[in-house]
């Protein structure tokens, strides 16, 4: 069997006919999107299953300004820019020989394209890299089974210059940021890592009700040079045929991000961050088409990359990150399934958070950035009459945390105010929610089918709030908004 699929957004070609012919722009490429996929498979016998996956996409955005920034000022130049695009080619081979014995392999191969330009600041870089991971299984008895493998890694930078400040990193203060410091470094194919690692998992039965799932992994990890062992454990209880208790608790370890560990903007003797997971709930099945599920969960995170206290405070000499930052996230989440039945389809989902952390050299803790409080989700889909549906969708989340400006003091040097910062992430975006309603209609014939469908989103035309803007002095502000209400007709025809 082979599929493929192509697709371009035309968002470029409806602003630019809207646009206005006497722009302050020399040259413009609108936002402009493609992408595509590509699948085939072929089974030559029935142990074996062979597939090839291929997709990518490209994003690019560009504008050059007739007038160029003042000399003197932080950004100079007349040219912003964004081009993104990656594609992967994914082979796959799945041998299962017998009931007792199945191996996959996956080999993959990719490339990322990055070129952003803001004025006189640009990041530039080609990521070419290949993935191996081998995964088999096999069962002794129906009570006993194990599935181990391996998971190899190799990227290489290609053709990499960066010429920006340090990047901003989650909770730093902005009133000691800057922008002004700007660092230069060029990689020519020789930023290459690769992570290798090992794992098995047993998956055991020693009473009818009792499903036992103990794990180890190994990883090495070679922009760190650092080995990590990372045991793991699961494990269900169905108390009744409704009623099924489980938990689990495990080792995870992350490395650090390749701008961390880099000489220029980073701290190369960084290590790998770790976290103690776990969790423990309960499955409720009171009718055979709904499930609710209960789940609470802790999670404790430490050698967390922080910024140093002295480059906190303006250093520029001291190293810029550590691994002395702790964490911490818990809370409860609530999930109600309702599976295809009378035509209807549905789910909640309501996850009640708080995410802390303890930088370098702090005493208290504070929030994650993306901290969120209430997260609430609920969809339901109702199959009518002639081949009609409807469905609906409502979210609710509380507002990500935020900086407060509590003042400006007056620039003479650049003629601009300069915000004075409050206490970081000590008050809160308002919280984002939105009702979107969708409705299909088929027509089936002989050889074809068709399909035409409403979608409006945001309902309500609710004026989501995303981000503080402020005027000249910093003395008013404001909240930008996201889209209001907004149709979406489309039709699908299938041959």
């Keep these: 069997t082979v599929a493929l699929a192509a697709r371009r957004s035309w968002i470029d070609y409806v602003i630019k006919a809207a646009l206005p012919s006497d722009l302050p722009v020399k040259s413009l490429q609108l936002p402009r999107y493609y992408d595509y996929q590509l699948l085939a498979s072929y089974r030559p016998a029935p142990a074996h299953d062979l597939r090839l996956f291929v997709f990518g996409s490209d994003d690019a955005f560009h504008v050059v300004l007739r007038n160029t920034g003042k000399a003197g000022t932080i950004l100079t130049g007349n040219q912003i820019s964004d081009a993104t695009s990656f594609w992967r080619a ?114 055991w039965r020693p ?122 996230v818990y809370g409860l989440e609530l999930v109600g399934k309702h599976e295809l039945s009378s035509k209807f389809v549905g789910w909640l989902a309501y996850t ?48 990500n945390p935020a900086t407060p400006v509590t ?3 007056y620039n003479a040097s650049n003629d601009v105010y300069n915000p004075v910062y409050g206490t970081t992430y000590s008050t809160r975006v308002p919280a984002f929610y939105q009702l979107d309603i969708r409705v299909d209609k088929r027509w089936i014939y002989n050889t074809w089918m068709l399909t035409a469908y409403l979608d409006l989103q945001n309902v309500t035309n609710r004026a989501n709030p995303e981000s503080p803007e402020y005027n000249y002095n910093f003395s008013k502000q404001r909240w930008s908004q996201g889209l209001p209400i907004y149709p979406i007709l489309g039709v699908k025809g299938e041959f």
């Design 90 to 203: 994914l082979g796959t081979y799945k041998y299962i020989p017998n009931d007792r014995f199945e191996n996959t392999i996956r080999l993959s191969q990719g490339g990322d394209h990055l070129d952003i330009r803001f004025f006189n600041w640009n990041i530039t870089y080609d990521l070419m890299f290949t993935h191996f991971r081998d995964t088999a299984r096999y069962e002794w008895w129906k009570g006993l089974a194990l599935t181990g493998g391996l998971d190899i890694q190799y990227g290489r930078i290609t053709n990499g210059d960066f010429n920006v400040p340090n990047p901003p990193v989650e909770g730093q203060s902005l009133a000691n940021y800057d922008y002004s410091a700007v660092r230069h470094q060029k990689i020519d194919g020789k930023g290459y890592f690769w992570p290798a690692g090992a794992f098995a998992e047993l998956e």
């Design 407 to 409: 003042g400006a003091v």
């Design 207 to 328: 009473i009818k009700n009792l499903l036992l799932l103990p794990g180890l992994r190994f990883d090495y990890w070679h922009q760190v040079s650092q080995p990590t062992l990372a045991p793991r454990f699961t494990a269900r209880y169905e108390l009744t045929p409704q009623v099924t208790f489980k938990g689990g608790v495990g080792l995870f370890y992350q490395q650090p991000q390749f701008h961390q560990t880099d000489p220029v903007f980073g701290t190369p003797s960084l290590k790998c961050e770790r976290a103690l997971h776990t969790s423990a709930g309960a499955e409720w099945k009171p009718r055979k088409y709904l499930v609710l599920d209960a789940t609470g969960f802790y999670k404790n995170l430490d050698n967390m990359i922080s910024v140093t206290p002295a480059s906190a405070n303006g250093d520029s000499t001291a190293s810029r990150f550590d691994n002395n930052g702790k964490g911490r």
């Design 352 to 399: 009640l958070m708080r995410s802390e952390r303890r930088d370098s050299g702090a005493t208290d803790y504070r929030l994650f950035q993306y901290d969120q409080t209430h997260i609430l989700t609920v969809f339901g889909s109702y199959t009518l009459p002639r081949n009609w549906q409807a469905g609906s969708r409502f979210r609710y989340v509380t507002g």
